[in-house]
């Protein structure tokens, strides 16, 4: 009986890390190039948008900057976008709309935004929060880069 509930958690974890969301990623060279934080090019301000959370880790949610679509975090990932100065509107989708904070920003600054996810009443919800330079560069170095699509717009 021992055994059989041995097995069937075994199989539950395997499944459960097999459903991890996955994302594209950029190259190894990009992601060490980011986590030097340099400041963003003349006239722009820098944004690292991150997912350190484990839990949700088969869901992606969405995010947009300024109303343009970035990318969808997965678990143990950041997005990085160069955006114009000034209110950053940073917009992720939630079980039922968005939800969204706004980053006021100066340019040649570095801004840091977690996205985590959240018990729902049907499904995961989702929410971002400006979070300290600390805090942010300590949440990025524990991430990979993935590729944004802000970029192509």
């Known amino acids: 009986m021992l055994n059989n509930v041995k097995s069937f958690v075994g199989a539950g974890l395997i499944l459960l890390l097999g459903a991890c969301a996955t994302v594209e990623m950029e190259s190894v060279e990009q992601d060490a190039l980011r986590k030097e934080f ?4 003349n006239g722009k301000a820098g944004l690292y948008i991150f997912r350190n959370s484990i839990f949700g880790a088969a869901i992606k949610k969405s995010l947009t900057v300024n109303g343009i679509p970035a990318g969808s975090p997965a678990v143990n990932t950041f997005l990085y976008v160069e955006t114009d100065p000034g209110s950053i509107l940073v917009s992720t989708v939630s079980e039922f709309g968005y ?8 340019a040649g600054q570095n801004y840091f935004v977690r996205q985590y996810l959240k018990m729902g009443l049907l499904m995961a919800g989702a ?6 330079i600390e805090k942010g560069k300590k949440g990025v170095m524990e991430c990979k880069l993935a590729k944004s699509d802000y970029d192509n717009w």
């Open 38 to 41: 340099a400041d963003p090019s």
């Open 99 to 106: 939800n969204d904070i706004t980053v006021d920003a100066a």
């Open 127 to 132: 929410d971002v929060e400006e979070v300290s």
